[in-house]
């Protein structure tokens, strides 16, 4: 266990009214950086190795080494969208699309379908005077159906492809991410399992960057 | 200014000519062109005399604008090729509007040529607009129908009597002008706004003196500002009145000189449907524009991927609309089945005009509609560039299929007058935009939001890493 754990663990231990001096403590831990790397003695316990940036121009550039590193497990964290980030992380065009038009594709047949069976087929009525089935009056049922279903499709397809919902995220842990990512930091995440992961090449890649605060994240 | 003036004369007087000696060739035809309106009231409201037209296929059988002379055949293809490129008039001035509304970093660096484009409305349209005027009362069959007998014209006075038609024309081009005008004014200015050379007048208009008159009586509101921080707010003031008056002229103007051609016929979404295919058309064309310039010349380095994409999204949204406005149009008027409404959509799935029909349908809405969907091919020129011109094409049937079918009942009838007045009123307007785009900066010099369009970051004044003055 690492010495960074322990230390919290015993903090744990001492309690609510201990609260605040454990952040402080933490925060602490947090800002000498690079030192405390000797603290963290094995990788399984690492989740993560994280470099803080304090401005969308240097977390830009950080991302775009990264994507020529060749990393695939990783993310960067803003407060803001920053224009040209999906492009400097090579991220390619997203596949929800394609849930979106299958989902869409069949609210359209079904809601046809289902207007023909119900009205030409199952129970004939003849409503003013229309035929018992004709794809203008039945068009704007099978077009909210369209909307429907590819709004399911897209939603659902979302969160398979983000492998959500998930339960546990160990980022959220950790207290720099927690009041950096969401105020002024801008944090880029390499994760461990990702397979060009090496803890001295993948430090170093970030600190040729320019990063001044590196982090390790725990599991 | 005096070229202008001159180029602005000799275009009056080619028009004026042509349209004369039209006349004039015309006259020989005169004696047939009163009897042709009693087919209009029978085939509309009275079934009887309706059938009786469908089932007499003679070939003395005439649309609701009676014998197709040689005067109504210019005249129709003139209108209908109007028609096609007023709509690229009008809907560039709507991308200008909602540049200034809503404050796009994207419309920036083609919104120059697309304010020349606008400014096309006057005087070029209008000088243009005049063949229709001398010709309104052989184009437009309510000219000579009586409000005492035909009780359509009746319940629509005064909107379809002959003062209320010229005048009410005449208007229109004024408030485009006035509106695009100053629009064009303010942007132009703002070029020269902080210039050390000068040139910057900043000369308020009738309505920039009421507003800022109005603002500060009331509201206390007395501004204090930068000329190039006026021109952006005057640019802002003309585009949010202008919006409401965009929107009502459009429509005045698509009933009188295109729906009015069947004055009998309502239609709620008439207005909203000329918009769509007209903002759709504009797109489309300045999609093309931007390209051409970019490749060619002074837009190079200004024009980059992000107008592109946002010109084929809107394109495509457009598209959508466009679809979505004529379906409600066809359906409202097929689901309530009144035959005061049902005559328009009969008479155009006759004969060949079922064709244009479905070619609007599949060639309009679905082919762009499933081309664009994936959000890589708005960028992919391979797609852009055969879909523009397609895009022309289809708008152009549109309105064939609007206009034609009053004088062609039995179906399409491309003659020659089409290509011929398409050719001269695309070449007139070419003429006019490239002497416009050619005396001014092809782009908005000192918009604010020209850096961010070019994707350089520009420190802001005050800042601390921003450069010393």
Redesign the interface.
């Known amino acids: 266990m690492s010495a960074a754990k322990k230390k919290t663990s015993k903090k744990k231990n001492a309690g609510k009214s201990d609260a605040g001096n454990r952040d402080s403590a933490e925060a602490a831990v947090a800002s000498e950086g690079f030192e405390n790397e000797e603290m963290v003695c094995c990788e399984s316990d690492i989740h993560a190795v994280m470099g803080v940036y304090d401005t969308p121009a240097d977390a830009m550039h950080a991302a775009e080494s990264v994507r020529d590193g060749g990393y695939r497990r990783w993310d960067v964290h803003t407060p803001f969208p920053v224009h040209g980030m999906d492009a400097a992380m090579g991220l390619k065009n997203s596949k929800v699309g394609w849930f979106s038009f299958v989902g869409g594709a069949s609210g359209y047949t079904i809601g046809m379908l289902m207007i023909f069976w119900m009205n030409a087929v199952d129970y004939n009525i003849v409503v003013g005077g229309k035929p018992m089935f004709s794809p203008f009056y039945a068009f704007p049922v099978s077009y909210e159906c369209t909307i429907l279903l590819s709004a399911f499709g897209t939603l659902i397809g979302m969160a398979f492809l983000n492998r959500l919902p998930k339960l546990h995220n160990p980022l959220l842990k950790n207290r720099t991410f927690c009041q950096g990512a969401t105020h002024d930091k801008f944090i880029v995440v390499i994760e461990t399992s990702d397979p060009r992961y090496s803890q001295d090449e993948t430090r170093e890649l970030l600190e040729k960057t320019g990063c001044k605060h590196i982090e390790y994240v725990e599991d | 200014m005096m070229k202008v003036f001159k180029s602005i004369t000799l275009l009056v007087a080619i028009v004026f000519g042509l349209t004369c000696g039209l006349s004039a060739k015309a006259a020989e035809h005169q004696g047939e062109e009163t009897v042709l309106h009693a087919p209009i009231d029978g085939g509309n409201h009275g079934s009887t005399t309706g059938d009786a037209m469908h089932d007499n296929h003679t070939a003395s059988e005439y649309g609701p604008a009676g014998e197709p002379t040689f005067l109504k055949k210019f005249g129709y293809s003139y209108l209908t090729a109007y028609m096609f490129f007023l709509s690229i008039c009008l809907g560039s001035l709507f991308i200008v509007l909602i540049s200034h509304l809503l404050d796009t970093q994207w419309i920036v660096p083609i919104r120059r040529y697309l304010e020349h484009i606008a400014c096309q409305l006057f005087p070029t349209m209008f000088i243009l607009f005049l063949p229709i005027m001398a010709l309104a009362h052989v184009i437009y069959p309510w000219f000579s129908a009586d409000p005492h007998m035909d009780h359509a014209l009746h319940a629509k006075w005064p909107l379809f009597t002959r003062p209320a038609f010229y005048i009410g024309s005449v208007l229109l081009f004024l408030v485009w002008g006035y509106l695009t005008r100053r629009l064009r004014y303010w942007s132009l200015q703002q070029d020269v706004a902080e210039s050390p050379n000068g040139g910057y007048e900043g000369r308020d208009g009738l309505v920039e003196v009421f507003i800022t008159a109005v603002s500060t009586k009331f509201f206390g509101h007395s501004v204090e500002e930068r000329p190039s921080v006026k021109c952006s707010r005057m640019m802002n003031l003309h585009a949010s009145y202008g919006i409401i008056v965009f929107a009502l002229s459009l429509t005045l103007a698509s009933i009188y000189w295109m729906k009015g051609l069947q004055h009998q016929w309502f239609s709620t979404m008439y207005g909203v449907y000329y918009f769509a295919g007209s903002v759709w058309v504009a797109l489309a064309t300045s999609y093309l524009i931007s390209l051409w310039l970019k490749t060619n010349g002074p837009l190079q380095h200004v024009v980059r991927e992000s107008t592109f994409h946002d010109t084929g999204k809107l394109f495509f949204a457009f598209t959508v609309f466009y679809s979505y406005i004529h ?1 409600s149009q ?2 409202l008027i ?2 309530a ?1 009144i035959p005061e409404e049902t005559f328009w959509y009969v008479q155009r799935e006759r004969g060949s005009w079922w064709w244009v029909g479905q070619l609007l349908i599949f060639g309009h809405f679905f082919l762009p509609f499933l081309l664009l ?4 091919t708005k960028l992919n020129l391979n797609v852009m560039i055969p879909m523009g011109i397609w895009a022309w094409a289809m708008h152009y049937f549109d309105m064939q299929f609007n206009v034609m079918p009053v004088l062609y009942p039995e179906g399409l009838n491309i003659t020659v007058w089409d290509p011929l007045c398409i050719g001269f009123l695309g070449l007139v307007l070419w003429i006019r935009f490239n002497s416009a785009f050619a005396s001014f900066a092809p782009y908005p010099q000192r918009d604010p939001r020209i850096a961010e369009t070019m994707g350089v ?1 520009v420190e802001p004044e005050g800042s601390k890493n921003a450069p010393a003055q």
């Open positions: 379906f066809y359906f097929w689901n089945a969907l994936r959000i890589d970051y």
